[in-house]
Each structure stands twice: as structure tokens, then as C-alpha cells.
């Protein structure tokens, strides 16, 4: 069964703060994604890696970066954590010529 | 660029009642367009995915229907059950990003 596991599931950071976001899958898949979901917005794409070590913006890049050092793992880094990123956080996989999508169970932060 | 766009407004039903929700995209016809449904607080679920060349797909209680004409999907619960009431999301795989891009998906309630 595929598994998509991210770190934590709620978060309080302080303004200021290096954030890590931890994302895990079990499946092999190639993509790893980082979106982030408010209220009326829907899910907006923050990152995406295709492989080890490469990546590649999202529609909303700034303020965050990532790093994916093993195929596995892909992580969500807020350099200086601000209030408007208090947010759900989304981890999700898909294999490279699959069609869907699995997602972690998200992680909720917020910034105080 | 292209835009997916579904309902915000929550559309409430009465049990056993058919719910229908709807997803418009604004430019051209995706290779196929995927459902998804979320729960609070949880990462999306995949359901069903339909391709452009096909008009309609079922899977159980649920029916996808792709109008390229109308640039419309329209997702369908029959003999709706509290369980079903959920958030539920329309996607479409942008090949150039290898990432699915949301709409902003449609809260369904179910009442007893």
C-alpha cells in the first residue's frame, strides 16, 4: 500500500524561525510535490523535484526553498517563518508517466 | 494560462438524493481531468480520473463526465449518505510541470 508520510501533523513555529517540513514515501515515485491549501484558495503548488537533487518553483516559490538529497525524501525548509505562512502543508508523490496523485496527511502550521 | 474552477459555495443535500458538483477549465481540454476528495484536516484521495476522448466513467455510486464543448466535468454521487460529505476536488496534470494544478474544490453535506 503506497504511504505518504509527513513528519508532523500540527506545528507552532515562532516569526523568525527556520521551519523543516518532512515529507516520506514508500512508493518509488520520481515526483515529490509541496503545496500548500487555504481557505477559498484551493491547493497552491510551492515546489516539485522530478529527481534527486533537482527541483523546480512552484507558483508560489518565495519564502520557502527544498531539498531532496535521497529519492524518498523531500523536504519543505521556510527560511525566516512569517505569519502568512501559517498554513496546511501538503506532501504529495506521483510516478513519472502515472496519472494520480497521493498525498501525505498534511501538517498544519502555524506562525505566532 | 489555463484555470480550473469549481463552485466555492457548499451545495447541501438531502440523503439519497443525486449530488452533482461541477468543474470548468478556461482554455484548452487537459489529457484528463481527476476527482479527489478530502476530508478536514487530511491530504486529498484520488477517485476517478476521465480522459478527454471519454464521455463518461463510473465507478460504484460514482459518475465522472467530461464535455469538452462546454469545457466542463461533472462529478456525481448517487444515493448520496452523510459519509459522502466531504470537500471534494477537480484536477488536471500540467505535462510542462509534471504537476497537478487544483481548483479550489466544493464542500458537499450530506444531511440525514
Known amino acids: 500500500d503506497v504511504k505518504v508520510t509527513q513528519s508532523s501533523r500540527y506545528l507552532v513555529k515562532r516569526t523568525g524561525e527556520k521551519v523543516f517540513l518532512e515529507c516520506v514515501q514508500d512508493?518509488?515515485?520520481?515526483?515529490m510535490f509541496w503545496y500548500r491549501q487555504d481557505p477559498g484558495l484551493g491547493l497552491r503548488l510551492i515546489y516539485f523535484?522530478?529527481?534527486?537533487?533537482?527541483?523546480e518553483k512552484g507558483d508560489i516559490p518565495e519564502g520557502y526553498s527544498v531539498s531532496r538529497e535521497k529519492k524518498e525524501r523531500f523536504s519543505l525548509i521556510l527560511e525566516s517563518a512569517s505569519t502568512n505562512q501559517t498554513s496546511m502543508y501538503l506532501c504529495?508523490?506521483?510516478?513519472?508517466?502515472?496519472?494520480?496523485?497521493?498525498f501525505g496527511q498534511g501538517t498544519r502550521l502555524t506562525v505566532v | 494560462s489555463q484555470k480550473i474552477e469549481q463552485n466555492s459555495e457548499a451545495l447541501n443535500i438531502q440523503e439519497g438524493k443525486t449530488a452533482t458538483l461541477t468543474c470548468n477549465y478556461t482554455?484548452?481540454?487537459?489529457?484528463?481531468l481527476q476527482w479527489y476528495r478530502q476530508d478536514p484536516g487530511r491530504g486529498p484521495v484520488f477517485l476517478l480520473l476521465?480522459?478527454?476522448?471519454?464521455k463518461e466513467k463510473r465507478k460504484e455510486r460514482l459518475k465522472v463526465t467530461f464535455d469538452t464543448t462546454l469545457k466542463q466535468s461533472l462529478f456525481h454521487i448517487t444515493a448520496s449518505q452523510p459519509a459522502d460529505s466531504a470537500t471534494y476536488l477537480c484536477?488536471?496534470?500540467?505535462?510542462?510541470?509534471?504537476?497537478?494544478?487544483f481548483g479550489s474544490g466544493t464542500r458537499l453535506q450530506v444531511q440525514p
Open positions: 476521465i480522459r478527454e476522448n471519454e
Open positions: 512508493m518509488d515515485h520520481e515526483n
Open positions: 523535484s522530478y529527481d534527486v537533487k533537482m527541483k
Open positions: 504529495a508523490t506521483r510516478l513519472t508517466g502515472g496519472t494520480e496523485a497521493f
Open positions: 484536477a488536471y496534470l500540467d505535462t510542462g510541470r509534471r504537476a497537478l494544478t
Open positions: 482554455n484548452y481540454s487537459p489529457a484528463y
